[in-house]
């Protein structure tokens, strides 16, 4: 559980830090709020991780029965002193944390509030859905009775049921848009499990299929790992579905909404069946043209099954959430989408890079005699390097000439994005740092062996990766930047026009509106609630567009509570 808990700790605790230094920059009076609400959260945290694992270690010694045996005394000494010292803890800090969620109603929309219930619900999710499949494969006798996944269940499923009240009671739950975190995550979790699930299933299924085969004599028809997946799918099916399809899929579709379904379900379900789809033609050419793993290709093929299942669970993966994303386009090409383009584009290149590098490399061993290393054949990296290029160069055309398609239409802040600056700097800078460095290797080995009086044609061997690599990434680092250039030529020859970046948002309804108002515009919205305005529905999307409208870096943005629209350009004094 500690191993859980420490990484999103550490990573809520710098969300935090570096959100309270943002804070106090501009109202150096909330300094001492931004400090007490860093240390109770954190401590509430701790405490609560601390009485979890005494508990369960006290729950797991009752669960053993018996004398106390020696190999427990220190597992009930530490669940006493931290349920001792523990327990008392958390409940002081919960009695301030809930007077002041009572008396200040700035608490429910600070940071430490909503970070501390996304830590502590992701957390318990995690421990209890792992425990939880355990007691499932203990009561169908998969693996012996032990007290542990019990005991963990125990006290994580209560821990994980309050915090999920907490959130969506409404004198208590968060204002702020972090909850939306904590359903993001919830989701995560549950396809990453029900994908785990699924494919066990699948990989049984087709492996079943695969054993049919004449001479597929290594299928022993163990159902263990099938019923492990059911047990799986079983659990995890309804974690998802609840974080995602009852809450998830009609959220805000907002910035962090985008990230979720496109760098996490959209790009590693393309990912996993990219790769899944490299690893079987790898394996026929290796079959066909190279050297065989075994004579009998019912052996060669075998591991191919389980390959397939992970490429159909991620397609599945892929298609699912990339029509949930279709679906809730708005006409408006965002900031996430722009980076899962050009990061399926990068992975797609440098698979193709790998690719002609490794042909370079065996067209070397192939035309040259005495190169090739005795037990070695030239054929493996032909098989290795038609994988890699068949597998990457389209992953790459289909990205990267979809964004300069963008590019050429005109398409408002295409060419000018973060992202693709970044894109064509990284790789610029990646492949042309390897083509210099393995020019250098090449000339060190080449005076090397020449003053040693040692140089012989058998030293393409040793170069021949390098070789590969000046070529490739060379020419690759060339080419991204004539596009660097081309980019910013055309940027000298148009003025680009200026959308405001930060907006402060005062409305009647300014939290919600401010979500949808950042996904329409890619700024960055702060928002102010009325209090002198009734309740009205205001369309963002002509909030958006009024916002759009006006070229300047920074806007106040004023509601009426007629639905007036009025956007004020300013300079910080």
Known sequence: MLSLLVPLVVIGLIVWVVHTQRQSATTSGRVVPSLRRTLQYTGLLASLVAVSIGLGNLLTAA????????????????????????????????RSVLANLHRDPSERASSGWGLYLVAATTASLIVALVSVVRLGTMLLQLEPFDPGPLAAALVALPVWAAHVW??????????????????????TVGLVSLAIGV??????????????????????????????????VVIAAPVWSWYWLHRGVSATRDTLWHAYVLLVAVFGGLVAAVTATGMVLGTSLQWLIGEPSAARAVAHFVRVPEVVAAGLVGSAIWGYHRRVLDGAAAGLRTEPERIYNYLASGVGL?????????????????????????????RDSLALALTLLVVGLPVWWAFWHRVQQLVTTGVEGERSSP??????????????????????????????????????????????????????????????????????????????LVHPRHVLLVGPDGRQLASAV?????ARVRSLHRLDAAQADIDANRVAEAILAVHHDSVVVTIEEDGEIQVIPYEPA
């Not at 907490?166 to 989701?187: D, H, Y």
């Not at 950042?518 to 890619?522: N, S």
């Open 419 to 496: 992202s693709r600056r970044v894109y064509l700097f990284l790789l610029f800078g990646a492949t042309g740092l390897t083509a210099v460095v393995s020019l250098a290797v090449i000339l060190f080995v080449s005076f090397r062996d020449l003053l040693d009086g040692s140089l012989a044609v058998t030293v393409l061997h040793e170069l021949r990766i390098a070789i590969g690599l000046v070529l490739a990434a060379g020419g690759l680092s060339a080419y991204h930047w004539s596009v660097h250039r081309e980019d910013r030529e055309h940027a000298a020859a148009v003025p680009t």
């Open 166 to 187: 907490l959130e969506r009671r409404p004198t208590l739950s968060p204002t702020s848009r972090l909850p939306a975190l904590g359903v993001l995550t919830g989701s």
């Open 518 to 522: 950042a996904a329409d515009t890619g």
């Open 63 to 94: 669960f053993t029965g018996g004398a106390i045996a020696a190999d427990l005394t220190d597992q009930i000494a530490l669940g006493l002193a931290l349920t001792l010292v523990a327990v008392p803890v958390w409940l002081l800090l919960w």
């Open 199 to 232: 494919g066990n299933v699948v990989d049984h299924a087709l492996g079943a299929i695969y054993g049919l085969l004449p001479g597929a004599t290594m299928v022993t028809g163990d159902t263990a790992p099938l019923l492990v997946g059911l047990v799986v």
């Open 350 to 378: 440098v698979t193709g890079v790998a690719g002609a590098t490794v042909a370079i490399a065996g067209v070397i061993e192939a035309t040259v005699p005495g190169v090739l290393a005795a037990g070695t054949s030239w």
